[in-house]
């Protein structure tokens, strides 16, 4: 099964510092991963993806996030936190057994204090 | 959240009583998607369908029904034998293979 899970359910950081949001995965074959952002009451953003290629992804609002195949990784990065990254931010897989719907992880809550 | 709208964006209802969701685009996508987002959980995969009148049963499909008679529209509706259907559903859509999907506004839905 396509899995991919985020280790912890809080990250906090200040404003101008960088952050990073942690995603292992666990998928037979090439895997198709994605970082979503959700406000609350809203629907999910895209931010970025991996799906072959380069393993540092950049994506919408300055985000980043780099493939390591060795460690099962796609963490999620920022160079300088904004205050209004402050969201909950989703890991996913697409999972080709079920029509390429995508499988999330838990979801991970930033704080960016200012 | 452009192309997708999903209503009402509110939805009361009581214990017993069908509801139906709406999901409608305009981004010419052949899949649609429809989840449910609990506290803590993550998003769920409940149905699917990649083409006009074809639909598949996702993870948690026990409860729900879906249609997808155009390829604009792709309702579910939450059944009175959803035992906890109260949850913010999002209806997401997708060009097909492995790309990113696009996801509406989310309906929120309390069955009390």
């Known amino acids: 099964a396509q899995s991919v899970a985020q280790p912890e359910d809080q990250v906090n950081v200040a404003e101008g510092n960088p952050l990073t949001v942690k995603c292992t995965y666990s998928?037979?074959?090439?895997?198709?991963l994605f970082w979503y952002v959700q406000y609350p009451n809203r629907g999910l953003q895209f931010l970025l993806k991996y799906i072959t290629g380069d393993n540092l992804v950049k994506g919408s609002y300055g985000f980043e996030a780099e493939f390591n195949k060795s460690q099962t990784s796609f963490h999620l990065k920022k160079p300088s936190a904004l205050v209004s990254d402050s969201a909950l931010y989703f890991c996913?897989?697409?999972?080709?057994?079920?029509?390429?719907?995508?499988?999330f992880g838990k979801g991970t809550s930033l704080l960016v204090t200012p | 959240d452009g192309g997708i709208t999903q209503s009402p964006k509110y939805l009361f209802r009581k214990e017993g009583q069908n509801v139906t969701l709406s999901c409608e685009q305009n981004l010419n996508h052949d899949a649609m998607y429809w989840y449910r987002q609990d506290p803590g959980q993550g998003l769920r995969l409940i149905y699917y369908s990649q083409i006009v009148n074809d639909f598949q049963k996702g993870d948690i499909a026990e409860g729900y029904s879906v249609s997808r008679e155009k390829k604009e529209s792709f309702p579910l509706t939450v059944t009175s034998a959803q035992k906890n259907p109260t949850a913010f559903y999002l209806c997401a859509t997708a060009t097909g293979g492995p790309y990113e999907q696009y996801f509406g506004p989310g309906t929120r839905l309390t069955v009390t």
């Open positions: 996913a897989v697409r999972d080709i057994n079920s029509g390429y719907a995508l499988n």
């Open positions: 998928v037979s074959g090439n895997p198709y």
